[in-house]
Structures are given as structure tokens and as C-alpha cells.
């Protein structure tokens, strides 16, 4: 994990140009990554679909925000945002299925989203700094919700032990 936020780092500021669009190597790194991470979870074939739907729903929310009004009332970056992180909690259950899966929708969704606009503007860079801040965002709501759900039910699990272990208020008497 260490080792590839590395190599992510490092290749930040490297293009490669392929016919008329601009892919980011970071964005090809995270790509590979998040699919040697699918490889790794249950039920890889439930995440792959979960994954897709993320995929769609980035691809789609970012074509709704480019053709409509929205930024005039909120800002895209948290409407965007908010939107992923429910969609992925909604999708599926644990720290890296939330995180495998979300990680290949959004690279998948980010790629679809370019070629669908390229044939009305000139394309952005595939995997610009923008869409990493999106990555950065949801990942961390995702590791801050899972911590959450840890800390409660840690306390939850002290609270019921520590009222087993007390005394009744009021004994039955024997007959």
C-alpha cells in the first residue's frame, strides 16, 4: 500500500498522450491498483457490478453537473462527493470492498466520462488533479465512517459487558 501511494506520488506530473486524449500515469497506477485490490476481495464478481454502478454514477452526475446550472447553488465538489460516498455505503459492507470498489468506479467512471464529452469539447487530462481530490475526499469519508462504526461498536461492547458484570437492583426472593 505504502509502495504504491509512492509510485503515485512520483508519477504525478507525467502524461501520456494516446490519439487525442491525455492520460495521467498516476491515473494508470491507481487504475492497476484498484483492480489487483478487486482481486483480493469475496465476492469479486458482487464488487465488479458495484463498481460499474459507481462507474455510471460518476460519469453521470459529472455530465449532469457540466450541462446544468448546479454550481450556481452548491458547490459541485461536495454535491459530487456526497453523492458517491451514499451511493458506495449504500453498494456494499467493509473498509476495502467500500474502498476497491470505489476506487475502480471512479477511474472507470472518470475515463467514460472523457470519452462521452470529447466528442463535444476538448478534453481535460484523464485523471487530472481534480479527479484525484475526488478520490482523496471519498476515500476519506470512507475510512472516517468505518473508524466510527469500529469506535461504537467498541463502546457499545464495553457498555453491555459492563452492565452484565453489575448487580440486580432488586433480588427475587426465594419461595
Known amino acids: 500500500m505504502a509502495c504504491w501511494l509512492l509510485i503515485l506520488i512520483l508519477c504525478s506530473n507525467i502524461y501520456i498522450a494516446v490519439n487525442d486524449f491525455q492520460l495521467a500515469v498516476s491515473y494508470l497506477v491507481l487504475c ?3 483492480v489487483i485490490l ?6 469479486m464478481i458482487f464488487h465488479v457490478f458495484g463498481s460499474f454502478t459507481i462507474m ?9 453537473d457540466t450541462f446544468t446550472p448546479l454550481k450556481l447553488f452548491f458547490p459541485s465538489f461536495l454535491i459530487i462527493s456526497c453523492i458517491l460516498f451514499m451511493l458506495i455505503t449504500l453498494i456494499t459492507t467493509g473498509l476495502w470492498n467500500r474502498l476497491a470498489c470505489v476506487l ?11 470519452i462521452v464529452v470529447s466528442s463535444y469539447f476538448a478534453t ?6 481534480r479527479f484525484f481530490d475526488f478520490i482523496l475526499v471519498v476515500t476519506v469519508a470512507i475510512i472516517c465512517q468505518d473508524f466510527l462504526l469500529t469506535l461504537k461498536q ?12 453489575s448487580k440486580p ?3 427475587k426472593q426465594a419461595q
Do not use: C, P, S, W
Not at 478487486?38 to 465476492?43: F, P
Not at 455510471?56 to 449532469?64: E, H, K, P, Q
Not at 477511474?107 to 466520462?113: F, T
Open 32 to 34: 492497476a491498483g484498484a
Open 38 to 43: 478487486h482481486t483480493k476481495i469475496a465476492g
Open 56 to 64: 455510471i454514477g460518476y460519469a453521470g452526475i459529472f455530465i449532469f
Open 104 to 114: 475502480l468506479g471512479m477511474a472507470g467512471g472518470e475515463l467514460l466520462y472523457n
Open 124 to 129: 481535460d487530462v484523464i485523471g487530472d488533479k
Open 154 to 165: 467498541k463502546l457499545t461492547q464495553k457498555l453491555h459487558k459492563k452492565n452484565t458484570n
Open 169 to 171: 437492583l432488586f433480588r
